[in-house]
């Protein structure tokens, strides 16, 4: 079992930066993948970045290439967002899965609450 706990969100103006976290608890947390979604008002989830339980592959969504990355260590899995545009807002999940694809595809074995990312023009 894992709990997942996102924190990091706010209001930003574009052009700025966030740093999301998602804190994990669960002993077997280390070997599971991780993922970023969002899903905006009126639109379905999307996928925005895995990282496999290695810390070492990473996919991206086009979307955010070049300015999100996504990194982890022994209990978090973080997102650096920079230069955001309003289109970046959203609420933000994360997810952990024990493959990769599954998680680029959209599904996640645990889930977190989200934490609300909104980013003015």
């Known amino acids: 079992q894992v709990q997942l706990v996102e924190s990091g969100g706010g209001l930003v103006q574009a052009g700025g930066s966030l740093r999301l976290s998602c804190a994990a608890s669960?002993?077997?947390?280390?070997?599971?993948?991780m993922g970023w979604f969002r899903q905006a008002p009126g639109k379905e989830r999307e996928f925005v970045v895995a990282?496999?339980?290695?810390?070492?592959s990473t996919d991206y969504a086009d979307s955010v290439k070049g300015r999100f990355t996504i990194s982890r260590d022994k209990n978090t899995v973080f997102l650096q967002m920079n230069s955001l545009k309003p289109e970046d807002t959203a609420v933000y999940y994360c997810?952990?899965?024990?493959?990769?694809?599954?998680?680029?595809?959209?599904?996640?074995?645990?889930w977190g609450q989200g934490t609300q990312v909104t980013v003015s023009s």
């Open positions: 669960g002993r077997t947390f280390s070997s599971y993948n």
């Open positions: 997810a952990a899965d024990s493959t990769v694809l599954r998680l680029i595809r959209g599904s996640g074995e645990y």
């Open positions: 990282i496999d339980w290695k810390g070492v």
